[in-house]
C-alpha cells in the first residue's frame, strides 16, 4: 500500500467514491420539490461519483470498477445492518436529544430505499463499466467524453428508474404519476450535471497522468 503513485491515487479515488456512495444512500430518503419537478435530495453526490467511476476507469480498467462497486455495496449493506439495529435499541431521551420516532422517520424509511439502491447502483455500474469499454474499444484513448457521457446517459437511466421504483413506487408511497416525474427528474438532473462535469474529467486525467509521469 501506498508503494507507487498509482497505489495513493487509486486510493484517494476509492475514498471519494465510497464517500459519496453512502452519503447519497443516507440522504435518499428525503424528497424535494422544485416547481413541478420532484426528486430525491441523494442524487446530489452521485455526479462525484460518475466522475470518479470514468476517472477509474481510465486509469485502472473495468476490474477497478468492479471490485470497487462490490466493495463499496458490501460497505451500504454494512451501514443497513448499523441502522436496522440503531432503530431496535431503545433512546435514551433527555428531551432535546433524538427520541425513537424521530430516528426512524429519519434512517427507518431509508433502510428499504438503500437496499433498492444497492441493487440499482450494482446493476448501472455494471452496465456502465461494460458500455464505457466498449466505446474506449473502439476509440482508442481519443474522444474521453464519448464513452464517459455514454456509458452514463445508458446506465443512470436505468438506475433512476429501478431506485425510485423499488423504494418509492412500489411501497406505495408515491403515485404512477410522480413515479415517473421524481424518475425522469432525477435521470434529467444527474445526466446535465454528468455534461457539466466532463471537463473536470479532462483535468482528473491531466493531472493523474502529470502526477504519474513523474514517478516514471
Given amino acids: 500500500m501506498f508503494k507507487t503513485k498509482k497505489d495513493t491515487v487509486y486510493i484517494i479515488l476509492a475514498g471519494i467514491f465510497i464517500a459519496n456512495a453512502i452519503v447519497a444512500e443516507l440522504t435518499g430518503g428525503k ?3 422544485i416547481g413541478p419537478f420532484i426528486m430525491s435530495i441523494g442524487i446530489l453526490p452521485w455526479p462525484v461519483v460518475f466522475l470518479t467511476t470514468d476517472i477509474i ?27 436496522f439495529i440503531g432503530t ?19 434512517f427507518g424509511q431509508g433502510l428499504f430505499i438503500m437496499v433498492a439502491s ?21 476509440t482508442g484513448k481519443k474522444m474521453i467524453w464519448l464513452r464517459s457521457t455514454g456509458s452514463t446517459i445508458i446506465s443512470q437511466l436505468i438506475d433512476s428508474f429501478i431506485v425510485s421504483g423499488i423504494a418509492f413506487w412500489a411501497t406505495g408511497k408515491i403515485t404512477t404519476s410522480q413515479y415517473l416525474n421524481m424518475s425522469i427528474t432525477g435521470y434529467t438532473f444527474k445526466l446535465i450535471l454528468a455534461v457539466a462535469l466532463t471537463p473536470l474529467i479532462y483535468l482528473g486525467h491531466y493531472l493523474i497522468e502529470k502526477y504519474l509521469h513523474e514517478e516514471h
Fill in 88 to 106: 431496535k435499541i431503545p433512546a435514551f431521551v433527555t428531551g432535546n436529544t433524538v427520541n425513537d420516532e424521530q430516528f426512524h422517520a429519519v
Fill in 118 to 138: 444497492i441493487i440499482a447502483f450494482l446493476v448501472s455500474q455494471i452496465i456502465d463499466v461494460s458500455i464505457f469499454w466498449f466505446l474506449r474499444n473502439k
Fill in 31 to 33: 424528497l424535494i420539490q
Fill in 57 to 83: 476507469n481510465e486509469h485502472f480498467g473495468r476490474e477497478g470498477v468492479k471490485k470497487l462497486s462490490f466493495i463499496t455495496a458490501g460497505l451500504i449493506a454494512y451501514c443497513i445492518l448499523i441502522l
